[in-house]
């Protein structure tokens, strides 16, 4: 069963800066398309960025500018930088691989104002 195990959570202010990083137990990660998701309570987690197998990117637009996704796939890991942050962008955030429904625990992210 693939794990999946996301750290760099955490309190921060209106406008600084988290880095999120999640290890994938996962043999064909190199080659997986691999998305960054968040949930707040009451409503479905979604996609907000996910990264190919040759680096191409995607970005919902709410966060588009503000976060970068990248991969290591040497270490089987998946970043997400998160500059500007806002308030909105407070959940708790899961890596996965794209159409996959393993899910690891996530990693609180709050923003106070």
């Known amino acids: 069963q693939v794990q999946l195990v996301e750290s760099g959570g955490g309190l921060v202010q209106a406008g600084g800066s988290l880095r999120l990083s999640c290890v994938v137990s996962?043999?064909?990660?190199?080659?997986?398309?691999m998305g960054w998701y968040r949930q707040v309570p009451g409503k479905q987690r979604e996609l907000i960025a996910r990264i190919g197998s040759g680096g191409g990117t995607g970005y919902e637009d709410s966060v588009k500018g503000r976060f970068t996704v990248s991969r290591d796939n040497a270490k089987k890991t998946l970043y997400l930088q998160m500059n500007n942050l806002k308030p909105e962008d407070t959940a708790v955030y899961y890596c996965?691989?794209?159409?996959?429904?393993?899910w690891g625990q996530g990693t609180q992210v709050i923003v106070s104002s």
């Open positions: 996962l043999s064909i990660f190199s080659i997986r398309l």
């Open positions: 996965n691989a794209i159409g996959d429904e393993n």
